[in-house]
C-alpha cells in the first residue's frame, strides 16, 4: 500500500515483477536502472541467493504527474523465480501497489508461467490484496527466440482480467519502459480514485 512523505512531498508506490525464474524480471529492472538518471534513482540493492537474486531500487519519474501535488516516487522489486524460494516471493509482495508478471514467451515455459501466475494470486490472497483489482500489466518477453509461442496464443492462455498486454525483450530494453508506465498509470489512476 503507498504511503506518503509529508515533508518530501512524495507519495511512494511500491511495484513488482513478478513471474517465473529466469523469465527476465532482473532484465527489466536493470535495464530500467541503467537507463535512469543519477539523480532521479536511489540505489540499487541486490539480495543475492545460490540460484536467484532480489532487486530492489526506488526512483522519481519525471513525466508521471502528481496526485494532488504530491510526485510520486515508485519502489521497484523483482522476487525470486525459483518456487523453492516461496517465503520470500511471498514477502517481497507484502503492500504491492502494481505488479507487472513478466511471462516467458518460450512454449517450453507455459506450465512455469501457468503455476507462477496460480502462485501470485494466492500470495496476493493472503496478503488481502484482490487479483482482480490490483493495478496489473502482463509483459511478455523474450519475443526475440525462436520457439516462443504466438501472442495471440499467450494471451489467450495468460491474460486473466483484460489487463494491458505488453511484448518485451527485456535484454534490449525493448518494451521495457512501455511495461513501466503502463502499470504507472494504473497505479496512478487508483491513487487519484483514492485521493
Not at 540499487?44 to 519525471?62: C, G, K, V, Y
Not at 523474450?142 to 516462443?148: F, G
Request: proline letters at 4%.
Amino acid at each position: 500500500m503507498s504511503f506518503i512523505n509529508f515533508p518530501a512531498r512524495e507519495i511512494n508506490c511500491k511495484l513488482v515483477y513478478y513471474g517465473p525464474g529466469l523469465g527476465g524480471k532482473t532484465a527489466n529492472l536493470q535495464w530500467i536502472y541503467d537507463k535512469t538518471g543519477a539523480q532521479q534513482k536511489g540505489k540499487m540493492i541486490s539480495l543475492a541467493t545460490e540460484t536467484d537474486r532480489t532487486l530492489f531500487f526506488d526512483f522519481l519519474p519525471l513525466d508521471l504527474g502528481t496526485v494532488r501535488g504530491f510526485k510520486t516516487r515508485f519502489h521497484l522489486y523483482t522476487v525470486p523465480g525459483q518456487v523453492f524460494y516461496e517465503a520470500s516471493r511471498k514477502l517481497i509482495l507484502k503492500g504491492a501497489d502494481g505488479v507487472v508478471f513478466v511471462a516467458d514467451s518460450q512454449e517450453e515455459r507455459l506450465d512455469a508461467n501457468f503455476e507462477t501466475l496460480e502462485n501470485l494470486r494466492e500470495h496476493l490472497k493472503e496478503h488481502g490484496l484482490a487479483f482482480d483489482t490490483i493495478p496489473y500489466v502482463l509483459q511478455l518477453n523474450k519475443r526475440d527466440l525462436p520457439n516462443v509461442m504466438p501472442v495471440e496464443e499467450l494471451k489467450k492462455q495468460l491474460q486473466a482480467k483484460g489487463e494491458p498486454v505488453l511484448e518485451a525483450i527485456a535484454v534490449q530494453g525493448v518494451g521495457i519502459f512501455e511495461t513501466l508506465k503502463e502499470v504507472a498509470k494504473l497505479v496512478l489512476a487508483e491513487l487519484k480514485k483514492g485521493a
